[in-house]
């Protein structure tokens, strides 16, 4: 929720952002798991999960708004690494579809790399956002990628005897199922990347992959930074081949003989 001036006379650019949450106590925890269907008029779990991890973000939002101030301290080139990441993922149209990775999660992927302690404050900005990319480029976020809050890839075991091991290994169960990668809170129960396709977790990859290549290229005289950072890459530019269909029926039609052929 935005607010902004209306009074005559008034030139700001300042923009007051209001960042809605639900209560925790709003909704039973116990019956917010991804592999219940609390949809059931759809009798679709992997909507039921979009649903599910929509109420959960909005529920655990202010406690992880907490968690980032508190990991990023008084870090100044923490904070400038994480908004040379948004200007990344700005440039390249992520941050402008829900469907894409945020800036909220790369943020919380700069905390948890900091709680791992694979990265330091004593880095440069730019060296935290090389750090973030070579995670990225790496698969880090990618299909069937689990990364659990504060836990290193070693130290991914939840199986053991304890009742709430064997709830938070339901749990974690539950997400893998329906999201096509996990990304846990420090609550353990959001999954962060439950909106994301793995389509869009490859695109992300690409993109890392692509800037780190840019940034390696030590034999060009282009601008580097204004390629990473200032230029917006359109949707249309971002694939080798599209494909437009007018119309579905005409599709449908030709899809037999489309193919049959060799």
């Known amino acids: 929720l935005a607010i902004a001036p209306n009074e005559k006379g008034i030139r700001t650019r300042f923009t007051i ?4 949450s639900v209560a925790p106590a709003a909704f039973k925890i116990a019956k917010l798991s991804y592999s219940r269907n609390n949809l059931p008029s759809l009798d679709n779990l992997e909507h039921s999960a979009a ?4 109420i959960l973000e909005d529920m655990y939002h202010v406690d992880n708004v907490k968690v980032l101030h ?3 301290g008084e870090s100044l080139t923490i904070r400038q690494g994480t908004l040379l990441l948004k200007a990344w993922n700005r440039a390249r149209g992520f941050s402008q579809r829900p469907t894409e990775i945020s800036n909220f999660q790369l943020s919380m992927l700069v905390a948890h790399l900091l709680v791992t302690r694979r990265l330091s404050r004593r880095l440069s900005a730019f060296q935290v956002f090389r750090v973030v990319m070579e995670f990225l480029q790496a698969g880090g976020f990618s299909t069937g990628s689990v990364t659990l809050w504060g836990r290193t890839e070693k130290n991914h075991d939840t199986t053991t005897s304890s009742s709430s091991s064997s709830s938070a290994s339901n749990l974690l169960e539950g997400m893998k199922s329906s999201s096509a990668a996990v990304f846990t809170d420090p609550s353990g129960r959001v999954n962060l990347l439950a909106r994301l396709s793995s389509e869009s ?3 992300v990859r690409t993109e890392a992959a692509l800037t780190l290549l840019a940034l390696n290229d030590a034999n060009t005289t282009q601008d580097r930074f204004s390629e990473v950072f200032v230029e917006h890459s359109s949707f249309g530019v971002s694939f080798d081949a599209l494909i437009w269909i007018k119309s579905i029926k005409s599709l449908q039609t030709q899809l037999p003989s489309i193919t049959s052929a060799p």
């Open 201 to 203: 977790l490859e695109a």
């Open 51 to 54: 649903y599910t991890s929509g």
């Open 17 to 20: 952002r209001l960042l809605v």
């Open 70 to 72: 508190e990991a990023f």
